[in-house]
């Protein structure tokens, strides 16, 4: 069963606004990260937010966590098209390693 | 390094027949996951490897499903006999953990079609 929920599930901007996802998952987590996949590609990693951070940042990506709320964001500021894709939050339980994906954000940047 | 490496990149295959997928993790890794992708589904954890040794198969859906791990540098998945409800896009991810974290590097897939 999927952790995490993501919102929303489609999201369709113009070039050079800011995009933000959400994720909110259930369980306790060692951390969060936040993956790309492009159309028929594999999943790449975008960052990783420990669960004793709030906040994180990398390039355009910045990243939040609130674990009281069990929700993250991530914010994408000044979009291009090459930011088209789909992003997946994804889990890490206390005590495991493998990672539960949430079901995803489908991003269209306009150019 | 070349990263995961998986073959095929499709396949299509009848139903009934055995298919076996293949990967390679980056060299060093030291966790190999297998998932698999459906639209209906999402991404699905099937099983994971720590050292060579399955550490969680919880995921894998039924008997006709195995996955090994003979080698740091090889994992096969397994499905005998396949069946359409099979299609899907499947995963090969490594990882090599330090600390907590656990950043993990995927293939390309491999597209499966059962007919």
């Known amino acids: 069963s999927q952790q995490g929920e993501e919102d929303p599930q489609a999201l369709s901007i113009q070039e050079g606004e800011n995009a933000t996802m959400n994720c909110s998952y259930k369980?306790?987590?060692?951390?969060l990260q936040w993956y790309r996949q492009n159309s028929g590609r594999g999943l790449v990693h975008l960052i990783l937010?420990?669960?004793?951070?709030r906040e994180k940042h990398s390039g355009r990506l910045r990243v939040t966590l609130d674990t009281s709320k069990k929700s993250s964001s991530l914010l994408i500021t000044a979009s291009r098209a090459a930011d088209t894709a789909s992003y997946f939050c994804?889990?890490?339980?206390?005590?495991?390693?493998?990672?539960?994906f949430g079901s995803g954000t489908r991003l269209q940047v306009q150019p | 390094d070349a990263g995961v490496i998986q073959s095929p990149r499709h396949e299509v295959t009848e139903m009934g027949q055995e298919v076996t997928l293949r990967c390679k993790p980056i060299?060093?890794?030291?966790?190999l996951f297998w998932y698999r992708q459906t639209m209906m589904r999402g991404l699905e954890l099937l099983i994971y490897?720590?050292?060579?040794?399955?550490?969680?198969d919880s995921g894998m859906p039924e008997d006709r499903f195995s996955a090994k791990m003979p080698n740091a540098s090889f994992s096969t998945l397994k499905i005998q006999p396949s069946e359409p409800r099979d299609s899907a896009v499947y995963f090969c991810?490594?990882?090599?953990?330090?600390?907590?974290?656990?950043?993990?590097?995927f293939g390309p897939g491999t597209r499966l079609t059962v007919t």
């Open positions: 991810a490594s990882s090599l953990t330090v600390g907590q974290g656990n950043e993990q590097y």
């Open positions: 369980t306790s987590i060692n951390n």
């Open positions: 937010i420990r669960s004793n951070e």
């Open positions: 994804a889990t890490v339980d206390t005590g495991r390693r493998a990672l539960t």
């Open positions: 060299s060093g890794h030291d966790y």
């Open positions: 490897f720590n050292n060579n040794v399955p550490i969680d």
